[in-house]
């Protein structure tokens, strides 16, 4: 099945203690991404890869950092989390914008609170 | 700066009723325009999605329409029941290049159907 999966789905936990949320999917994807969604603003793009060892900045990048060593893979880290990172939040993958037809698909989300 | 809008914010119909959800983006300099659906708490799942160069999509009782000229997109569902009831958003990539950002999402607009 196709698929976008992100891990852990809930995580509490305390300032400072750095944090990674990991994303895989298995559609050969080369565009990958992260969003986060808060009450009232709605989601902003965090960070996006068009392809691996390939990422950039979306409008919320700060405190945050990915890599993307494998295709299928776009891990999230939080080295040193805070309160304002409470969110929900969601990766999501699809073909190349421009080179065919790209719908994105959504990971099933990941709850994190810092107290 | 992309800025998507989303009108109106809150919609409560009817069951059976036939609506349109709003969907504008200042920039036309896009590749695609696509629609979610997103059910309190959960991810999103994708409902259609219109390329730059189409003019619509048709899924069952979804249609969506996208005028780039004038940067807008309606998604109409027809014959309205009480399971759609959920938040509708739209998400609109833009060309590298033209925006600093890559994907921009509106607000949603949260619809009721009432039996």
């Known amino acids: 099945e196709a698929q976008v999966t992100q891990n852990p789905r809930y995580l509490i936990t305390v300032t400072g203690k750095k944090l990674t949320v990991t994303c895989s999917q298995n559609m050969n994807h080369e565009y990958m991404s992260w969003y986060r969604q808060d009450p009232g603003l709605g989601l902003r793009q965090i960070y996006y890869s068009m392809n691996v060892e390939v990422t950039d900045k979306g409008d919320v990048p700060e405190g945050y950092k990915v890599s993307r060593k494998e295709k299928r893979n776009f891990p999230l880290i939080l080295e040193s989390p805070s309160p304002n990172q409470t969110s929900l939040y969601f990766c999501a993958s699809s073909y190349l914008p421009g080179l065919s037809y790209n719908e994105q698909f959504f990971g099933p989300g990941t709850r994190l609170t810092v107290l | 700066k992309q800025e998507v809008t989303q009108i109106p914010a809150a919609l409560s119909v009817p069951e059976g009723e036939n609506l349109v959800l709003n969907c504008s983006f200042t920039?036309?300099?896009?590749?695609?325009l696509q629609w979610f659906r997103q059910d309190p708490g959960k991810g999103l799942t994708s409902l259609l999605l219109i390329q730059s160069s189409q003019r619509e999509q048709t899924s069952g009782r979804l249609n969506a329409s996208l005028d780039k000229s004038s940067g807008r997109s309606t998604l109409y569902i027809a014959a309205s029941q009480p399971g759609d009831s959920a938040t509708y958003l739209c998400?609109?990539?833009?060309?590298?290049?033209?925006?600093?950002?890559?994907?921009?999402f509106g607000a949603g607009t949260r619809l009721t159907v009432k039996p």
């Open positions: 998400a609109v990539r833009s060309i590298p290049g033209y925006n600093n950002n890559d994907m921009r």
């Open positions: 920039d036309s300099a896009i590749y695609n």
